[in-house]
């Protein structure tokens, strides 16, 4: 049997222009990628599926080439293009070893049109929006610039004697969506196992008339990338050169070698222990084992991949410091900053020096956090927000990517001690805006006490603006109240008319953790999943407490939870408590679940995408009510947590 020729398409030429030497690992079963789900989700959440969609509906001549089978698409797509005049959704076109398929091909006698379709929003106001000054292309536009390169190189090479013009076409950021639930009538469903959109309501012509999708013409940066050199590690100084060695590279299945560094900290070529165990190889330490000679037992060292906020990685590496307990302080230069608490460098050098030292022990700095633990006010509140942001609005009015807050949890810890699940808000209904109600609910909320209240990032205060600056320009009967709320509770931001700091502004608990506390445990992590279990794991307070059935009891009330046990161990360490989350598949086929949600709700991506699914998808009202208390309960172990790290605090002041 005739071995088929390994073809380098354009989703294999942007791994390869990111990492030549994750080409070797790329659709091998045994080497396992942890992103392999990630397009399915992040295209969910975003509404990627639907902006495709709806980009097919402003070409309604438009001709769809269904079949995944390489062969079977280019001919489909052969046969269309023997039209004079002819628009292809998802034509196949093969150059020598490179495939692509066209998002959109548009074909006017000897003249092709490539338009290539992303969940990107682009400022149409913005001239050279694409370049920085010096006339070089933005770092965060080049992966999608490059993208359409590949494939107008490939459609040039194939059709030689044709003029191609190449297009990115993207949510507009300054265009107003038409009218309400225009997401709605783009529904995720599945086919011969795939996922995809399907338009199941024809569109207004107001909707076809007022686009939210607008096509850009990116011919002369596509002219730009095809005729400069560029230097990037590992591949020639040409974009064709680029091109031809990476397709060789993988017809051949031939390791490409990468410079290691910072880099390597996002590989998706990893092994967990349960990969392993079934045979898996890692990638990312294949790469370590060749370029570095770092033997199987060290990669349980941490890394310098691992120093929290440096951009001096790819130094450390260079220099052949492969791990943080090769650092020094001639290193890192630890310096006050002159603010209460650790600056960035003495925490980053207290990371290492714990390293060095074998200490594993926590640091708390009690001095400063008892100085600013007086200034709080009881009861302490903690929320958290659910947000969503999409590329086709939700309602009438709004534009591309603007946001809506559809979910709050909102805890108390009174100075005695008691917890309770105060409040809580989720949005069940399709095509409703529920920023104001959500804003209503939490003033509702957060209004029983004047205590301090909490948050942990800065994503509450960006939202809370971003709520005001909606409710500024609506005709709301309370708009008033609801500002002065808001104003109450946060501070301005860069992007605020009006410059306020609210007396109840809210406590950033993250900040709080990156001055006063650092636990060797969480690998320089200061994310709330990884500073919960740290905290879990050292404080005998909160594993005496949450070790009992008492959560969700009249001594601990919870909304959603019933004698809910948070604390267990398991070999000595602490499990950790979002891993503890029921499952939101409980009663449904496996056959759905997979459909449903590929992971559990266990962080704040998934969260989205549960959401997504409930405004994009057809459910029964069994499977909404499951995902729904799901939902309900990732939310509320969200401000649980932040109760659970402002309790262990206490117990470690003593």
């Not at 990685?313 to 603010?339: H, N, R, Y």
């Not at 903690?382 to 947000?387: A, K, Q, Y």
């Not at 690998?523 to 059935?549: C, D, E, M, R, T």
Request: hydrophobic share 35%.
């Amino acid at each position: 049997m005739k071995k088929k020729t390994r073809l380098l398409t354009k989703s294999r030429f942007k791994l390869g222009m990111e990492c030549p030497t994750k080409l070797f690992y790329t659709k091998k079963k045994q080497y396992p990628d942890s992103k392999l789900s990630d397009p399915f989700l992040a295209s969910l959440a975003e509404g990627g599926f639907q902006v495709g969609e709806l980009s097919k509906a402003y070409f309604p001549e438009g001709h769809d080439v269904k079949a995944l089978d390489y062969e079977t698409a280019l001919s489909e797509t052969a046969t269309l293009l023997e039209q004079e005049n002819v628009v292809i959704f998802e034509a196949a076109i093969k150059f020598k070893n490179l495939f692509i398929r066209i998002d959109i091909l548009k074909k006017n006698g000897n003249s092709f049109e490539l338009i290539e379709v992303k969940a990107k929003s682009f400022d149409s106001s913005h001239e050279d929006a694409f370049f920085n000054k010096n006339g070089s292309i933005k770092s965060t536009w080049k992966p999608y610039l490059e993208d359409v390169a590949f494939q107008s190189y490939v459609l040039s090479g194939a059709f030689p004697k044709s003029q191609v013009k190449s297009f990115l076409m993207m949510a507009d950021k300054n265009a107003a969506c038409p009218t309400d639930g225009l997401h709605q009538k783009f529904m995720i469903e599945e086919s011969d196992g795939r996922k995809c959109a399907v338009q199941v309501e024809k569109l207004t012509d107001e909707e076809l008339r007022e686009k939210v999708l607008k096509a850009v013409d990116v011919s002369d940066v596509v002219l730009k990338i095809h005729s400069e050199d560029e230097l990037r590690p590992g591949l020639p100084a040409s974009f064709d050169g680029k091109i031809h060695f990476l397709s060789e590279k993988y017809r051949l299945d031939e390791r490409i070698i990468s410079p290691l560094g910072a880099v390597c900290a996002k590989c998706e070529f990893r092994c967990t222990d349960e990969d392993k165990a079934s045979g898996g190889l890692s990638g990312f330490e294949e790469c370590w084992s060749l370029q570095a000679g770092v033997k199987d037992s060290e990669f349980l060292e941490p890394l310098v991949l691992e120093l929290w906020s440096s951009r001096k990685k790819d130094k450390f590496v260079e220099g052949g410091k492969f791990f943080l307990k090769d650092l020094s302080q001639e290193d890192i230069v630890a310096k006050s900053d002159k603010k209460d608490g650790l600056s960035s460098t003495e925490r980053q050098w207290l990371q290492v020096e714990k390293v060095i030292k074998g200490d594993k022990s926590f640091f708390l700095d009690k001095e400063n956090l008892l100085k600013e633990i007086d200034s709080w006010k009881w009861p302490l509140n903690f929320i958290d927000f659910e947000t969503s942001a999409a590329a086709i609005p939700f309602h009438a009015g709004m534009k591309p990517y603007e946001g809506i807050a559809f979910q709050f949890s909102h805890h108390t810890l009174s100075e005695d001690g008691s917890v309770a699940h105060a409040g809580e808000y989720i949005n069940t209904k399709r095509s409703f805006f529920p920023n104001f109600e959500f804003i209503r609910e939490l003033k509702k909320s957060l209004s029983k006490n004047g205590g301090t209240v909490f948050c942990y990032s800065p994503h509450e205060n960006t939202y809370l603006n971003l709520i005001y600056r909606q409710l500024l320009a609506s005709e709301e009967l309370d708009k008033e109240e609801l500002l002065e709320f808001i104003q109450e509770i946060s501070h301005s931001t860069a992007k605020s008319d009006t410059s306020w700091i609210g007396k109840r502004d809210m406590v950033d608990l993250w900040k709080l953790v990156k001055r006063f506390y650092f636990d060797p445990a969480t690998g320089g992590s200061n994310s709330i999943k990884a500073i919960l279990p740290a905290v879990l794991n050292s404080s005998s307070f909160l594993k005496q407490k949450y070790s009992k059935a008492i959560y969700g009891s009249e001594s601990l009330i919870s909304k959603n939870f019933s004698d809910f046990i948070w604390f267990e161990e398991v070999n000595g360490k602490v499990v950790d408590p979002y891993k503890k989350l029921p499952s939101v598949f409980e009663g449904i086929s496996k056959g759905d679940q997979e459909f449903l949600m590929n992971d559990d709700i266990r962080n704040g991506g998934a969260a989205l995408t549960a959401y997504a699914k409930m405004q994009y998808t057809q459910m029964t009202e069994k499977e909404r009510d499951l995902v729904l208390s799901a939902l309900k309960k990732y939310c509320e172990l969200d401000t649980l947590a932040m109760v659970m790290i402002v309790e262990g605090w206490m117990d470690f002041l003593g």
